[in-house]
């Protein structure tokens, strides 16, 4: 276990299909993080989970999007009804709990066409 | 206005050179502050990270934070054209939770 894994790493849709991004955590990591990032900005904080509880969602993360970490371990992130505001890399980052800083995966770019 | 202030560059310089990148902010109870290094199509790479004010140095690294001008630096010394990438400043209140990130400084070091 090198890293954190995504997966797919790119995927591409039609407006109104529904989609859903994998992410694997560094192993025993106990914290997850899911950020999105578009071109030219720094990654925005979603939603965050401790195990399998989700402490944390951001006011950007609309009802269309959902997130689960069923049994504390992967995670799934599933955007309802695509629009093409939703185009962006997806992030996944995990880290151990009380450390400074986390490991990002190397994202999922979505495009919405 | 962001809470995290960055400029996004581009910054060039050439191989060898001091990189002094930087990043501003206004939320006083941040305390813990990152740099990230993200290479195109890539996820960010943890660079260093520091708690409250000071410095920390490592290899060709060093990190400043000055919380009394909200203010932190990362210095690249003897620059490589490896080195190009975009650089995320990012920083939060507690330890673990959301990160708030600038947007990323985007370096090219010429051989």
């Known amino acids: 276990d090198t890293g954190v894994s995504q997966n797919p790493r790119h995927k591409i849709t039609k407006r109104g299909q529904n989609v859903t991004f994998r992410c694997d955590p560094i192993?025993?990591?106990?914290?997850l993080y899911w950020y999105r990032q578009t071109l030219g900005q720094g990654p925005e904080f979603l939603t965050y989970f401790q195990n399998e509880a989700q402490l944390e969602k951001s006011r950007l993360l609309s009802d269309r999007f959902s997130a689960e970490r069923p049994k504390g371990s992967f995670s799934t992130l599933e955007i309802q009804r695509t629009e093409q505001g939703d185009s962006a890399m997806y992030l996944c980052a995990s880290s151990p709990n009380e450390v400074y800083g986390y490991t990002f995966g190397s994202g999922t770019r979505l495009t919405v066409v | 206005q962001k809470e995290v202030e960055q400029d996004p560059g581009p910054l060039s310089v050439p191989e060898g050179a001091i990189v002094s990148l930087n990043c501003t902010y206004s939320?006083?109870?941040?305390?813990?502050f990152m740099w990230y290094r993200q290479y195109s199509r890539k996820g960010p790479e943890l660079l260093m990270y520091?708690?409250?004010?000071g410095n920390k140095e490592d290899g060709r690294f060093t990190a400043q934070v000055d919380k009394s001008s909200k203010y932190i630096s990362l210095f690249i010394r003897d620059s490589q054209p490896s080195d190009s990438a975009t650089y995320l400043c990012a920083m939060s209140a507690n330890s673990g939770y959301a990160l708030n990130f600038g947007k990323g400084t985007s370096l090219l070091v010429t051989p």
């Open positions: 192993s025993e990591h106990n914290r």
């Open positions: 939320n006083s109870a941040f305390q813990y």
């Open positions: 520091t708690y409250s004010s």
